[in-house]
Nanobody, 126 residues
Framework: QVQLEESGGGLVQAGGSLRLSCAARGRTFSNYAMGWFRQAPGKEREFVAAIRRSGGSTYYADSVKGRFTVSRDNAVYLQMNNLKPEDTAVYYC??????????????????????WGKGTLVSVSS
């Protein structure tokens, strides 16, 4: 059974750091773009960051650019620095075979994603 499993969420003070991981179970995703999305309470899910298949180029939402870094091997990671209260959300990883670039993951419909994780909660206190 193919699964994506996020970990690394938690409670942190503003200005702190967290590193999220998303492990792939049941197969490898070297030919998929991999990325992160988040959903804050009462808000729609939004794109955060993505990395192209086989590594290489990355793409970020303006709100996290310069603070977050996405990387991958067969898992995908999100290093989050200088966290702000507005970063509080459930963070989801996803993989996308049709997304030939990292930027594509920011613009395609969510149902284009092949697999989603169940999410990990990040809470940032002020």
């Amino acid at each position: 059974q193919v699964q994506l499993e996020e970990s690394g969420g938690g409670l942190v003070q503003a200005g702190g750091s967290l590193r999220l991981s998303c492990a792939a179970r049941g197969r490898t995703f070297s030919n998929y773009a991999m990325g992160w999305f988040r959903q804050a309470p009462g808000k729609e899910r939004e794109f955060v960051a993505a990395i192209r298949r086989s590594g290489g180029s990355t793409y970020y939402a303006d709100s996290v650019k310069g603070r977050f870094t996405v990387s991958r091997d067969n898992a995908v990671y999100l290093q989050m620095n200088n966290l702000k209260p507005e970063d509080t959300a459930v963070y989801y990883c996803a993989v996308c075979w049709k997304c030939t670039t990292a930027q594509t993951m920011a613009s395609v419909d969510y149902d284009v994603m092949d697999y989603w994780g169940k999410g990990t909660l990040v809470s940032v206190s002020s």
